[in-house]
């Protein structure tokens, strides 16, 4: 008989596991959490989280190196899942970093912050990455609720405007702005929040970004999409 595992932790080689899989510990002490490269385990998880960081042809090339993507593509489509930071970027067509085709969940682009664009109000140059804190603005979701437009559950208890924690140098453009749950601003408007269905998935690193991190992660563990 499998082992019940009740949050898998998607381990592709990269991205910040240990800090992600203790932030849910932490969060659902209760629950099971495995950090794991096994399609098996991804299949047999009640929930999937996928983090990452660095660059997305890298996150691609080891994903299928691992014989990882029909599993993270299932999850994505049928689970409670959570992308985080690479974990967004690649549910999406294409990125400018290296030219990566992603998984191609949804229409749009990753595009990198461009550089004649990167000043603040004073006129003052802005640095990319995108590092650090930034406040971000719950919208109303098309794509989830039963059709009515409301704010997300994942951010249940959480301030609309309250800061979370980055480093990105690119973000994503959708096709369709009814995915946006969630924006921040560097300098202009850009999408840090998707919801559709079963799947939310953020810019920022919630296991970084203290309290306001810690209890989107304790919403996602008890949310029943």
Same mark, same amino acid.
């Given at each position: ?39 098996? /385990? ?117 301030? /609309? ?65």
């Amino acid at each position: 008989m499998d082992k019940k595992i009740d949050i898998a932790v998607v381990d592709y080689g990269m991205g910040n596991l240990r800090s992600v899989s203790k932030a849910l510990e932490h969060v659902a002490p209760s629950k099971s959490v495995l950090v794991t490269s096994n399609p098996e /385990d991804i299949a047999n998880a009640e929930r999937v989280v996928f983090p990452g960081q660095g660059a997305m042809p890298d996150c691609m090339r080891e994903m299928d190196a691992r014989g990882l993507r029909e599993a993270v593509i299932y999850a994505a489509q049928h689970k409670p899942f959570l992308g985080i930071c690479i974990g967004l970027q690649m549910l999406f067509e294409q990125s400018e970093e290296g030219h990566a085709a992603g998984l191609g969940l949804f229409k749009g682009r990753v595009k990198r912050f461009a550089a004649v664009d990167m000043k603040d109000n004073n006129g003052d140059k802005l640095k990319v990455p995108h590092m650090g804190w930034n406040q971000v603005y719950q919208t109303q979701n098309s794509h989830t609720n039963a059709g009515q437009l409301q704010s997300h559950a994942l951010w249940q208890g959480i301030a /609309d405007g309250e800061r979370f924690y980055y480093v990105h140098s690119y973000y994503v453009q959708a096709e369709d702005e009814g995915l946006t749950s969630g924006f921040s601003e560097y300098p202009h408007r850009f999408t840090s929040a998707i919801a559709m269905n079963n799947l939310f998935a953020v810019q920022f690193h919630p296991e970084k970004s203290a309290s306001a991190g810690l209890q989107l992660l304790s919403n996602f563990v008890n949310w029943a999409p």
